[in-house]
C-alpha cells in the first residue's frame, strides 16, 4: 500500500494537472508541481487559500479576479466554497490559460481540488459557459451582503435534513435562525442607508466565524439562516453564543459611536424523516421564545430560556 501512494504521489508531481488537498480550515496541505507554480507556492509551504488568493491578487498573477474590492470577493466566494460535496466551474489565469476546476469535498470538509488546462476550447463557447456560471452565482446570492441567499442556505438546511434520515443515529446538523434585534428602530432612527450598513456588518461578521463546512445565508429583511452540519443541539449553541458575543461588540455606525447592535436565534436539530418546513418550523418557533424572552439571547427548541439579556 505504501508504494502504491508513493507512486501516486511520484505521479502527481510530474502531472500537467493542478492537483491540491485543503484541510477543513482550508489550508493547503498538500500541491502538486503544477499548482505551485500557478498559484506561486513554494515545496513545503501550507498557506491558507485566502492568503494564496490574497497575495496573487496583490500582484496581479494567479487567477483573475473581477473584482473592484478584493475583500467583498472573498466573502462571496467563501459563502459557497467548500459548501456541496462536489462542484465543477472554469477560472482563467493572467498567463492566458483557462482551467476546468473541480472540487470534492469529504464529511470532515477536506477538499480535494483537480484542475486541467483547457484553454483549447474556443473562446466563444468559454464565454457561454462563464456567463452560465456567472448566472447561477448571481441566483444564489444576495445582492445587498454577498452571502448566499434563501435559496442556497435552504437547500443546504435540505441536506442535512437527508444525512439525518440516511444515518438516523449521528449528530447531522442544526439549522440557526438569526434575527436583528429591533431593526426597525434602526431604520427608523438613523435611515435605510445605516440599516444597510448593519445588515452587512453582521453578515460579514458572522460569516468570518463560521466553519468551511457551514453556511450562512440572508433569508429575507434582516432574518439569516445559518446550517450547522454535523453539530449536535449543544455544539450549535456554543457556536451560535460566540457570534452573539463578537455581534455585541461591533459597532458599524461612525455617525454614532456609541451605537452597538444584538441578534436573537432560535436552533432546531435535523431528525429523520424531517422537511425542511418542520426544521425551519422548529428553529423559527425557538426564535420567537428568544424575542419574547427579552432578545439579544439564544432558544433551543422545546427549550425556552429566561434569564435576562446580557447588558449592551
Same mark, same amino acid.
Given at each position: 500500500m505504501e508504494d502504491i501512494v508513493l507512486r501516486l504521489s511520484e505521479v502527481q508531481e510530474i502531472s500537467g494537472a493542478l492537483v491540491a488537498l485543503y484541510d477543513g480550515s482550508d489550508r493547503l496541505r498538500y500541491a502538486n508541481r503544477a499548482f505551485r507554480e500557478v498559484y506561486f507556492i513554494d515545496p513545503g509551504e501550507m498557506p491558507l487559500w485566502a492568503d494564496i488568493m490574497r497575495r496573487n491578487f496583490a500582484l496581479s498573477r494567479g487567477t483573475i479576479i473581477r473584482a473592484a474590492s478584493f475583500e467583498e470577493w472573498l466573502v462571496s466566494t467563501q459563502a459557497r466554497r467548500g459548501k456541496v460535496g462536489f462542484r465543477a466551474f472554469e477560472t482563467d489565469l493572467f498567463d492566458g490559460r483557462w482551467l476546468w476546476m473541480t472540487e470534492t469535498v469529504d464529511t470532515e470538509g477536506w477538499m480535494l481540488c483537480i484542475a486541467s488546462d483547457i484553454t483549447s476550447i474556443r473562446a466563444t463557447e468559454r464565454k457561454v459557459r462563464q456567463d452560465r456560471d456567472f448566472a447561477l452565482k448571481v441566483a444564489q446570492t444576495d445582492e445587498l451582503t454577498g452571502i448566499p441567499n434563501r435559496r442556497f442556505v435552504l437547500a443546504r438546511a435540505e441536506e442535512i435534513i437527508a444525512r439525518a434520515t440516511a444515518v438516523p443515529d449521528n449528530n447531522c446538523g442544526c439549522l440557526a435562525i438569526l434575527d436583528l434585534d429591533n431593526f426597525k428602530n434602526i431604520n427608523d432612527r438613523f435611515g435605510h442607508a445605516a440599516g444597510d450598513i448593519v445588515l452587512r456588518d453582521f453578515a460579514i461578521t458572522i460569516h468570518g466565524m463560521v466553519r468551511r463546512l457551514d453556511s450562512m445565508g440572508r433569508i429575507g429583511g434582516e432574518e439569516f439562516a445559518l446550517v450547522l452540519p454535523g453539530a449536535c443541539l449543544p455544539d450549535a $449553541?456554543?457556536?451560535? $453564543?460566540?457570534?452573539?458575543?463578537?455581534?455585541?461588540? %461591533?459597532?458599524?455606525? %461612525?455617525?454614532?459611536p456609541a451605537f452597538g447592535y444584538t441578534f436573537s436565534a432560535g436552533i432546531a436539530q435535523a431528525r429523520p424523516g424531517d422537511t425542511l418546513d418542520r426544521l425551519y418550523e422548529r428553529a423559527d418557533k425557538a426564535l420567537y421564545r428568544a424575542k419574547l424572552g427579552g432578545r439579544n439571547r439564544i432558544c433551543l427548541e422545546g427549550e425556552p430560556r429566561n434569564e435576562p439579556a446580557a447588558a449592551i
Amino acid at each position: 500500500m505504501e508504494d502504491i501512494v508513493l507512486r501516486l504521489s511520484e505521479v502527481q508531481e510530474i502531472s500537467g494537472a493542478l492537483v491540491a488537498l485543503y484541510d477543513g480550515s482550508d489550508r493547503l496541505r498538500y500541491a502538486n508541481r503544477a499548482f505551485r507554480e500557478v498559484y506561486f507556492i513554494d515545496p513545503g509551504e501550507m498557506p491558507l487559500w485566502a492568503d494564496i488568493m490574497r497575495r496573487n491578487f496583490a500582484l496581479s498573477r494567479g487567477t483573475i479576479i473581477r473584482a473592484a474590492s478584493f475583500e467583498e470577493w472573498l466573502v462571496s466566494t467563501q459563502a459557497r466554497r467548500g459548501k456541496v460535496g462536489f462542484r465543477a466551474f472554469e477560472t482563467d489565469l493572467f498567463d492566458g490559460r483557462w482551467l476546468w476546476m473541480t472540487e470534492t469535498v469529504d464529511t470532515e470538509g477536506w477538499m480535494l481540488c483537480i484542475a486541467s488546462d483547457i484553454t483549447s476550447i474556443r473562446a466563444t463557447e468559454r464565454k457561454v459557459r462563464q456567463d452560465r456560471d456567472f448566472a447561477l452565482k448571481v441566483a444564489q446570492t444576495d445582492e445587498l451582503t454577498g452571502i448566499p441567499n434563501r435559496r442556497f442556505v435552504l437547500a443546504r438546511a435540505e441536506e442535512i435534513i437527508a444525512r439525518a434520515t440516511a444515518v438516523p443515529d449521528n449528530n447531522c446538523g442544526c439549522l440557526a435562525i438569526l434575527d436583528l434585534d429591533n431593526f426597525k428602530n434602526i431604520n427608523d432612527r438613523f435611515g435605510h442607508a445605516a440599516g444597510d450598513i448593519v445588515l452587512r456588518d453582521f453578515a460579514i461578521t458572522i460569516h468570518g466565524m463560521v466553519r468551511r463546512l457551514d453556511s450562512m445565508g440572508r433569508i429575507g429583511g434582516e432574518e439569516f439562516a445559518l446550517v450547522l452540519p454535523g453539530a449536535c443541539l449543544p455544539d450549535a $449553541e456554543n457556536i451560535v $453564543e460566540r457570534m452573539l458575543l463578537q455581534v455585541r461588540q %461591533s459597532k458599524p455606525l %461612525s455617525i454614532d459611536p456609541a451605537f452597538g447592535y444584538t441578534f436573537s436565534a432560535g436552533i432546531a436539530q435535523a431528525r429523520p424523516g424531517d422537511t425542511l418546513d418542520r426544521l425551519y418550523e422548529r428553529a423559527d418557533k425557538a426564535l420567537y421564545r428568544a424575542k419574547l424572552g427579552g432578545r439579544n439571547r439564544i432558544c433551543l427548541e422545546g427549550e425556552p430560556r429566561n434569564e435576562p439579556a446580557a447588558a449592551i
